[in-house]
């Protein structure tokens, strides 16, 4: 009789004990789905980093925004000056047109740079181009030491009041029969730069260097402090 008892006590002991084991289960799984569905999907999260704009950011990486769109503040008026720290280059920017045969007509004056006003203006989507003589009979003109450039190297440029960050990513030299009119001009997704100028060795049959220097730059932001 007592074993039928102390039987019976155990097995209702234990199916209490599964029910409350089950109870706190269930309380657990409710809670983590009210957590899930309160917390911002991983595209929200990153939204909120993209409007706030800040280098505190985990979108940002050494200065430079690591994921697309990015937000920056859209520059605004014509470009006017354009300064290479590296290289001692301050200049006026003139603005340059295509001559009768669709080429790139070169700045009048070679002490300053210009930039081709039909196309990219410098710091909107795409590729912008900015030209200057490499010398002249005078000697070095604005652009003679544009083929020494580097990789990171700063190129700036002034619009709307506002200077405008590049940096180098590469500088590469073409015959100038063989310009690679599809990578230089194409879209880019961002904001980009061609510096271009004459190089390599100087045809005198034609008073003309045989090559064209092309350097590629990207526009940085944020922007380093002045």
């Known amino acids: 009789m007592y074993g039928y008892r102390r039987r019976w006590r155990r097995a209702t002991y234990r199916r ?132 020494t450039l580097r990789h990171g190297d700063v190129v700036e440029i002034q619009r709307g009041g506002d200077w405008i960050t590049f940096r180098v990513t590469t500088v590469e030299r073409y015959p100038k029969d063989q310009f690679p009119k599809d990578k230089v001009y194409r879209p880019t997704p961002g904001a980009e730069l061609r510096l271009i100028t004459c190089g390599g060795d100087f045809d005198r049959s034609v008073l003309s260097y045989r090559d064209n220097i092309v350097v590629f730059a990207i526009m940085v932001w944020p922007r380093p402090a002045p």
């Open 16 to 147: 209490f004990e599964i029910a409350a084991w089950l109870g706190a289960v269930a309380v657990i799984i409710a809670v983590a789905a009210v957590v899930v569905q309160q917390a911002p999907p991983a595209g929200a999260r990153v939204e909120a980093g993209i409007r706030a704009g800040t280098e505190a950011s985990p979108l940002y990486e050494g200065g430079a925004c690591v994921f697309d769109p990015c937000v920056q503040p859209i520059p605004s008026g014509a470009p006017t000056r354009l300064r290479i720290p590296s290289i001692g280059v301050e200049t006026a920017l003139q603005v340059l047109a295509l001559d009768s045969q669709g080429k790139l007509q070169p700045p009048k004056a070679y002490e300053q740079a210009g930039w081709y006003g039909k196309g990219v203006v410098p710091g909107d989507v795409g590729p912008a181009v900015v030209a200057g003589h490499v010398d002249s009979r005078n000697g070095p003109a604005v652009f003679f030491y544009l083929h």
